[in-house]
């Protein structure tokens, strides 16, 4: 999730690796874009704290609706799978698509452990 996070943090900022992010359209990503993937890295900073309480490693696991986020987040990774392997662009799907099954992969053994 950090290495995604950092990605996300470069494409926002201008640097050129779009083609690994959004379809992969844009090597510079536009300005509507580049507002997603900073969206993207609170969000990534939100699962990871939900995977962590979760397994217990940080406090709040036990917080109503944490398991219940946690299947969510397993879920939207599992879509997150099917949508970079089916991406016009060949970077994204190389490198997202195995990145992303090893995160729904790593939930969903959290989900299930506790």
Not at 57 to 79: I, M
């Amino acid at each position: 999730m950090a290495a995604l996070s950092v990605l996300q943090v470069l494409v926002a900022a201008g640097r050129p690796f779009g083609r690994l992010v959004w379809g992969g359209r844009h090597e510079v990503l536009p300005r509507r874009l580049r507002v997603g993937s900073a969206v993207s890295v609170v969000l990534y900073a939100a699962f990871s704290w939900l995977v962590l309480a979760r397994s217990g490693v940080l406090p709040g696991g036990d917080a109503p609706g944490v398991g219940v986020g946690t299947w969510v987040l397993v879920a939207y990774l599992v879509l997150g799978v099917a949508v970079n392997g089916v991406s016009r662009s060949r970077p994204e799907r190389l490198v997202r698509t195995p990145v992303v099954a090893v995160l729904a992969g790593c939930a969903l053994v959290v989900a299930l452990e506790v």
